[in-house]
């Protein structure tokens, strides 16, 4: 009953933020792209979130437009996954400032970080999914501040946008956890969501939605990238360490 209640609320926070009347609150002045606070109302529910438009968005030399798209992307990919890392996260067309994506706002103390959170022994298992979900996603800015604690201490990975590039990208704070065993409550989850990618089976709905949802939001050779690292991710069956020959640190640290 209790995960039918869970479900309950974020299927009705899902509607608010694809179909509810969106009401401009203001800017997020420190974004590095446009984002602006917003409020997503269905019925009586009112969803606060943050909404980042395409139109808004910095041109980068090694990412394509539409990073905007990758934050849906990168929560179709958490959800497939079962982790409930990333908030619910939309693309809407119709929004105040044209298409962009709408997530749904975390209130956390912001004070806190990963290298906060880190020093929490209650944190260490959901921190570890985290830095196996980087590895999955090709996150190529995992900035210490986008990791949020709730005040009830659920952990959420926020700013997901430079994910799923075809080239290998991986720039992480999170290396605490390099040379770990892949958590074994993880590696069902990868083995049937690249069985389903590979067509070796179908996905149950509403899983198999959200293959298709993110199937649309990446190219072919982003799609093609994302099955080599989950197999490679399987066949190690470790946590990557970091790269020498790469940059495995984005910039700034938080």
């Not at 770990?180 to 990618?197: H, I, M, S, V, W």
Request: with cysteine; aromatic share 6%.
């Amino acid at each position: 009953m209790a995960a039918t209640a869970a479900e309950a609320e974020v299927d009705a926070r899902l509607a608010a933020l694809g179909a509810g009347e969106v009401e401009l609150v203001g800017r997020l002045a420190d974004s590095s792209n446009q984002a602006f606070v917003v409020l997503c109302q269905q019925g009586p529910l009112v969803v606060p979130a943050v909404y980042k438009p395409a139109e808004g968005e910095r041109p980068l030399w090694d990412f394509p437009p539409g990073i905007h798209r990758r934050e849906v992307a990168a929560y179709l990919l958490s959800e497939l996954l079962g982790l409930g890392l990333v908030p619910e996260t939309v693309e809407r067309v119709d929004a105040p400032f044209g298409p962009g994506s709408l997530q749904r706002f975390v209130p956390a103390d912001f004070a806190e970080h990963y290298f906060t959170l880190v020093e929490q022994p209650a944190q260490q298992e959901r921190l570890r999914a985290l830095a196996a979900f980087d590895v999955v996603a090709n996150n190529a800015d995992r900035k210490a501040g986008h990791v949020l604690a709730e005040p009830s201490g659920t952990l959420w990975a926020i700013d997901n946008g430079l994910c799923f590039h075809a080239e290998p990208k991986l720039r992480t704070v999170i290396w605490e956890f390099a040379g770990q065993e892949l958590p074994e409550d993880l590696r069902e989850p990868l083995a049937r969501l690249l069985a389903a990618l590979t067509g070796r089976h179908r996905a149950d709905c509403p899983a198999q939605r959200h293959l298709e949802l993110l199937g649309d939001l990446l190219e072919p050779e982003e799609r093609a990238a994302l099955v080599r690292r989950i197999r490679q991710l399987l066949a190690r069956g470790r946590l990557p360490s970091p790269d020498p020959r790469r940059r495995p640190y984005p910039w700034p640290l938080v």
